[in-house]
């Protein structure tokens, strides 16, 4: 297991997260995932010893349940709360209360002090927006956020699903007035779905945000149980819950490549996908989610899996965006401006 810096921080977190969707299954996220606490507990247990440091969870995952439980498994004999790095979340509905819902000051303050106490802890590591509000001013949800900061509660603050412009706003609000910035974007990224490569990569290099997958294998889409001649397995969450959207023949001749490769390393399809992930350089730490001890032992093993500069090239061309505006003018126009070696350079 590798480690790396959690953007300008100075904090490292493991190249993998351990992302805990599946735990609770209450309600709509049955779908997803219903493990109990004694899985629940085996799959925190099994994180930590194979050198995971960071885990993520989401105060609406279950409305509440996988905090709970994620809470009850970091008090495990042997666990040291001080050794992990605790990522949570606050935006969307966690009751029928109209404002239980958003980025306001109200909200906000109200869902700390009740993640808190799900997660049995004292602190918030990396405290996320989980998306945009169009209703709150992103002036009153800095200052909100800076302010669970300054009373001890959290320690860093990040976003998720935000647009790039979005993300640049909020962290000039909060340069402007001496508050804690963003230092982490939580967005979908996966082989077949390279989108933020567009916006999201360049502002985050530029700022030096940690980018945090998640989705690496596409709602598992990339499991290796998914081909064109069956597009339905069963005991597939992605069978019953066909998210996020992808380009699926696309995907197929994929996954024909990574099916390939996967038998030169003597691994999964789903190993490849990952370890195609952990070749990119901005590239943070991937949330991974798994149903059981050996779903996630699978993906660990990504970390142990040198693809050779060739396959990388082979899964980039056969994964590659098509090149749209203005990314073509710029790329025309950056013809002949490349920096030039001075005199003693050369």
């Keep these: 297991m590798r480690y790396n810096l959690l953007g300008k921080t100075g904090v490292y ?21 219903k493990q109990g606490q004694p899985v629940v507990n085996d799959l925190v247990k099994t994180a930590l010893d194979h050198g995971i440091n960071f885990i993520d969870t ?4 279950s409305t509440g349940e996988s905090e709970i439980l994620l809470g009850n498994a970091l ?26 819902l958003g980025l306001s000051r109200l909200h906000i303050l109200q869902a700390v002090d009740a993640s808190l106490k799900r997660l049995q802890t004292d602190h918030i590591d990396l405290y996320q927006i989980h998306g945009f509000d169009l209703l709150t001013p992103l002036e009153e949800t800095m200052r909100a956020l800076e302010d669970v900061v300054r009373a001890g509660k959290v320690r860093y603050i990040g976003c998720c699903n935000l647009a790039a412009w979005q993300v640049v706003k909020a962290n000039a609000i909060s ?39 998640w989705s690496p294998l596409a709602g598992g889409f990339l499991s290796g149980k998914f081909t064109k001649a069956n597009p339905k397995p069963e005991n597939s969450r992605r069978s019953d819950f066909d998210f996020p959207p992808i380009d699926k ?31 990119k350089k901005f590239v943070t730490s991937i949330i991974i989610g798994a149903k059981d001890k050996n779903q996630l032992l699978e ?30 003018m710029l790329t025309y126009q950056t013809t002949g401006r490349a920096p030039q070696a001075t005199p003693s350079e050369r």
């Design 249 to 279: 023949e696309k995907a197929y001749r994929l996954i024909d490549e990574m099916q390939t490769i996967a038998e030169t390393h003597q691994c999964s399809v789903a190993t490849v996908a990952l370890a195609w992930m952990l070749s």
């Design 175 to 213: 340069d402007k007035y001496g508050w804690t910035k963003f230092v982490s974007t939580q967005n979908y990224y996966a082989i077949v779905g390279r989108d933020i490569e567009r916006e999201i990569v360049p502002v985050a290099e530029d700022e030096q945000l940690a980018i945090l997958p």
């Design 58 to 61: 989401a105060d609406v995952y």
């Design 299 to 328: 993906n660990i093993k990504s970390t142990e899996v040198q693809l050779t500069a060739e396959q990388v090239r082979r899964l980039d061309e056969a994964s590659a965006l098509p090149v749209e505006y203005p990314q073509w």
């Design 75 to 100: 008090r495990q004999p042997g666990t040291n709360r001080n050794e992990i790095i605790l990522a949570t979340k606050v935006r969307e509905r966690m009751s029928d209360n109209v404002n239980a």
């Design 13 to 33: 977190v493991s190249e993998l997260c351990l992302g805990t969707m599946t735990f609770g299954g209450k309600g709509f996220w049955e779908v997803i995932g």
